[in-house]
């Protein structure tokens, strides 16, 4: 199974400013990693599929980047609704692996 | 806006069978990939299978001789039985609607329900 793994675990931030989360696949997944957004009570929500394509509906600030193993995540202005849980996930090959989260709080 | 709903039991005792279903609404389940996923408490998500809507399956090697993933096109609704369950079991399940960027790759997952969490208890 390919692993994936996410850095940092947490990261406490203040609204306004821009993040970077990374994740990294234990082998080359190409551009086939996905990025998710996950608040407790409410269904997962996809942000970026192939690495950098952003999902319909989902706003500009949040970019995706990278290719082969190592992958970003980046929030350019933090909103109050941003805080979550942030998971990446590969879709190169089943079975289909995600990271173990990244959870943004507020500072 | 597709929504996804899982319903079933709460609770299920060890070696038994989990079953969930999962209801798609403002989508027709006669199209995409449809898949199962699931939590444990404190611990990563697992994707445990999906079912495309021509029927074929594919699952995760660590569950495959457990799992079975069905649809019924008529309901708008697709499946989800796990047998001989343990404390192991015991996790968020959510269902996803999984999309393909082209027919040679597979399938995304861009649409989920809120999770349903299913315990393993005697």
């Known amino acids: 199974d390919i692993q994936m793994t996410q850095s940092p675990s947490s990261l406490s931030a203040s609204v306004g400013d821009r993040v970077t989360f990374t994740c990294r696949a234990s082998q080359s997944i190409r551009n086939y990693l996905n990025w998710y957004q996950y608040k407790p009570g409410k269904a997962p929500k996809l942000l970026i599929y192939s690495a950098s394509s952003l999902q319909s509906g989902v706003p500009s600030r949040f970019s995706g980047s990278g290719s082969g193993t190592d992958f970003t995540l980046t929030i350019s202005s933090l909103q109050p609704e941003d805080f979550a849980t942030y998971y990446c996930q590969q879709s190169y090959s089943a079975p289909y692996t995600f990271g173990q989260g990244t959870n943004l709080e507020i500072k | 806006q597709v929504q996804l709903q899982e319903s079933g039991p709460g609770l299920v005792k060890p070696s038994e069978t989990l079953s969930l279903t999962c209801t798609v609404s403002?989508?027709?389940?006669?199209?995409?990939?449809w898949s199962w996923i699931r939590q444990p408490p404190g611990k990563r998500l697992e994707w445990i299978g999906y079912?495309?809507?021509?029927?074929?399956?594919d699952y995760n090697p660590s569950l495959k001789s457990r799992v079975t993933i069905s649809v019924d096109t008529s309901k708008n609704q697709f499946s989800l039985r796990l047998s001989s369950v343990t404390a192991a079991d015991t996790a968020v399940y959510y269902c996803?609607?999984?999309?393909?960027?082209?027919?040679?790759?597979?399938?995304?997952?861009?649409?989920w329900g809120q999770g349903t969490l299913v315990t393993v208890s005697s």
């Open positions: 996803a609607r999984g999309r393909t960027i082209s027919i040679f790759d597979p399938p995304l997952f861009d649409y």
């Open positions: 403002s989508d027709s389940i006669s199209s995409y990939y």
């Open positions: 079912i495309h809507y021509s029927g074929s399956t």
